[in-house]
């Protein structure tokens, strides 16, 4: 072995086997390659790094001027639920039934109703309303247009689903709580002398924020609905409630070809555009014609028979749910909220006469009934009765 001056080099050791320089790259190529897959191992293998979680909705709350159930957006479910008094209760029944059911609400509310199936469920939102009937029976100071609807054509209404002394609204984002909620209200109805006279769940199907949900028709169900400040909806911070139980035909409306469907609802299956229009908020023309004379959205559509023209522009707040109860009793929970139900009476005789639908739809319940304001802090609803 060569040995430079000034560096000399040991002499090999006899008992280590010598490598030649080709040996050692290969052998540090391969060191470096299980380096680089023992780092990769364990970088796969670490757990990946904890995302914060999104903060919980926050809690709707109780009192306010207005009931929550109208104030805020619509949640994907709810349970209604109507309740009757003794026929000889009097005002004092009334406000202790008020004050329990208040007393539920507010605790759901502020998170102190003590049920811990409901820990982390916010939000919750609710309305209560006296009945028609009631209303009258006890001389109270409900609105002069609070009155009970007329009979329509193609009406076969249940007495046990309709009416009812008492209409209390829950909706939560899951049935799971409109349901442990239902069981707090009936047994504070039931301390209170009220007996459930008849309760219906409904739901939302899912959809993006700010998009309008279809019915089970397909069809997209609330289209220019008014602004729930609108002050043409309000007495003093209350309002009125129509509400039907309107079973639908799926099957049969689904067996139409589309087009069918379409000049029937007077809206594209797809986009929700009105047959004169390109987009869903497009106005209506109901007036504008085809060539041959014929309206461009028949006379017998929906959305035309509907149309807030026929009367002079007044409208009303929907706020309907779907059911699906059985395989042939499904449906809409329409709940539509106005001064007068005199307005709802103009616009479904109209439906009931000539609607296109008609064939598909049957009105099994009905009720209506007074929104109460909302209750002040510290107060019960209907304080103030």
């Given at each position: 072995m060569h040995t430079e001056p000034g560096n000399p080099q040991a002499a090999p050791d006899p008992a280590r086997p010598r490598l030649d320089r080709r040996t050692l790259f290969a052998a540090g190529?391969?060191?470096?390659?299980g380096a680089?897959?023992?780092t990769v191992l364990a970088r796969d293998t670490r757990p990946a790094p904890a995302t914060a979680a999104p903060p919980p909705p926050a809690a709707v709350p109780f009192h306010g001027a207005r009931q929550s159930a109208l104030t805020h957006p619509q949640l994907p479910a709810t349970r209604l639920l109507a309740?009757?008094?003794?026929?000889?209760?009097?005002?004092?029944?009334?406000?202790?039934?008020?004050?329990?059911?208040?007393?539920?609400?507010?605790?759901?509310?502020?998170?102190?109703?003590?049920?811990?199936r409901?820990?982390?469920?916010?939000?919750v939102t609710s309305l209560v309303a006296v009945g028609a009937a009631?209303?009258?029976?006890?001389?109270?100071?409900?609105?002069?247009?609070?009155?009970?609807l007329p009979a329509f054509t193609g009406d076969r209404l249940e007495p046990a689903r309709s009416g009812g002394d008492l209409l209390v609204q829950v909706c939560?984002?899951?049935?799971?709580?409109?349901g442990i909620l239902t069981e707090h209200l009936v047994a504070a109805a039931h301390t209170a002398g009220a007996a459930v006279r008849w309760h219906q769940a409904g739901f939302l199907p899912p959809v993006p924020d700010g998009q309008t949900p279809r019915n089970l028709f397909g069809f997209k169900d609330g289209t220019a609905n008014p602004d729930p400040a609108d002050p043409a909806l309000w007495h003093q911070d209350g309002t009125l409630l129509v509400y039907r139980r309107i079973r639908m035909d799926t099957a049969a409306f689904a067996a139409l070809p589309t087009d069918r469907q379409e000049l029937a609802m007077g809206r594209r299956a797809t986009s929700g555009a009105p047959l004169t229009g390109t987009a869903e908020h497009d106005d209506p023309d109901i007036y504008a014609k085809h060539p041959d004379g014929s309206y461009l959205i028949p006379a017998t559509a929906h959305v035309r028979?509907?149309?807030?023209?026929?009367?002079?522009?007044?409208?009303?707040?929907?706020?309907?749910?779907?059911?699906?109860?059985?395989?042939?009793?499904?449906?809409?929970?329409?709940?539509?909220?106005?001064?007068?139900?005199a307005l709802f009476t103009r616009v479904q005789s109209r439906l009931a006469d000539h609607d296109a639908l008609t064939p598909y739809l049957t009105h099994t319940a009905s009720a209506v009934a007074w929104v109460l304001p909302g209750a002040k802090p510290g107060e019960p609803l209907g304080a103030g009765l």
């Open positions: 190529a391969a060191l470096a390659a680089g897959a023992a309740l009757d008094l003794p026929a000889d209760a009097d005002r004092g029944a009334l406000r202790v039934l008020l004050a329990g059911l208040s007393d539920v609400l507010a605790r759901t509310a502020d998170g102190t109703l003590g049920d811990t409901l820990t982390g469920t916010p939000p009631l209303a009258g029976r006890l001389a109270l100071p409900a609105p002069d247009t609070l009155a009970e939560a984002e899951q049935p799971w709580t409109t028979l509907t149309s807030p023209r026929l009367d002079g522009g007044t409208r009303m707040l929907r706020r309907g749910y779907s059911y699906d109860d059985t395989p042939t009793d499904r449906g809409l929970l329409f709940c539509a909220f106005l001064r007068d139900p």
